[in-house]
C-alpha cells in the first residue's frame, strides 16, 4: 500500500474507532473477502445474514461467495428469480437478521457514514434493526466532511446508480442532480451515522482500491 493510501486510510481508521465503529483496512477486494470470512463472520457467527443495495459487495463476489452457505439462513434480497412484491418483503424480513452487509455513499474523515436511499431498506438497518452491520467501502468513498459527502452522492453516486438502474429521471440524461419529483427517482432517504451505537455493532472494512459509486 503506497504511503498516501496508508496514512489516509489509517486516519479515517483512527477517527471512525473513536465514534465507536470496529474498523479495518484491507489491501485490496480479495483481501477485504478473507477478511469477512476469516474474521468477521466467525466472530460475528450470525444465524440470519442478509444485505442491502451495494455494487461494491457484488462487484468484490462476496455475494455470490455467501449467498449460497448452508451454516446460516440466508435472505437474498439480491435473488434475480424473484418477483419484485417478494423481494421487497425480504427487505422487511432483513431488518431483523443478525448481520447485514451493505457498502456506503460516503464516509468522511472525521468518521461518519453518510447515505441516501431510495426505498430506505438500507439506511434502515444501517440505523437499527439487524444486531451487527458491516459496511464495506472503496477508497473513492472518503471525503472530507458531511458538505462533499452530500455533493459527492448527488454528483456522482445518485446519477450513476440511476444510470445503472435504468431510471427515469433527469441525472439519468444529465449526469446531474436536477432535485427531481420523477417517481423513479432514488433520492428520498438520507443518514448521517456518526457513531455506532451500541458501540461495536457497526463494522466498516476500508478498502484500498476504487470500488462502487
Request: with cysteine; hydrophobic share 45%.
Amino acid at each position: 500500500m503506497d504511503r498516501f493510501w496508508f496514512t489516509r486510510l489509517a486516519l479515517v481508521k483512527a477517527a471512525l474507532e473513536g465514534n465507536g465503529f470496529i474498523a479495518h483496512i484491507a489491501e485490496d477486494g480479495d483481501a477485504a473477502c478473507r477478511l469477512m470470512e476469516d474474521l468477521i463472520l466467525p466472530a460475528a457467527a450470525p444465524a440470519s445474514m442478509s444485505w442491502g443495495g451495494s455494487t461494491t459487495v457484488v462487484s468484490l463476489g462476496l455475494y455470490n461467495r455467501l449467498k449460497d452457505r448452508q451454516d446460516v439462513q440466508i435472505i437474498d434480497t439480491f435473488d434475480k428469480t424473484a418477483s419484485r412484491e417478494e423481494i421487497l418483503e425480504r427487505r422487511r424480513h432483513a431488518l431483523l437478521v443478525d448481520l447485514f452487509i451493505t457498502g456506503s455513499n460516503a464516509v468522511t474523515e472525521d468518521g461518519s457514514l453518510v447515505n441516501l436511499d431510495m426505498i430506505g431498506n438500507r439506511v434502515a438497518a444501517l440505523a437499527y434493526g439487524p444486531r451487527q452491520v458491516v459496511v464495506l467501502v472503496g477508497r473513492n468513498k472518503i471525503v472530507s466532511g458531511l458538505s462533499q459527502a452530500m455533493e459527492r452522492i448527488k454528483t456522482i453516486a445518485a446519477p450513476a446508480n440511476t444510470m445503472r438502474l435504468d431510471k427515469k429521471t433527469p441525472c439519468a440524461v444529465t449526469g446531474r442532480c436536477q432535485d427531481c419529483k420523477s417517481q423513479d427517482r432514488i433520492c428520498n432517504v438520507w443518514t448521517i451515522t456518526e457513531k455506532s451505537f451500541p458501540k461495536g455493532r457497526i463494522t466498516v472494512v476500508l478498502i484500498n482500491q476504487e470500488l462502487g459509486f
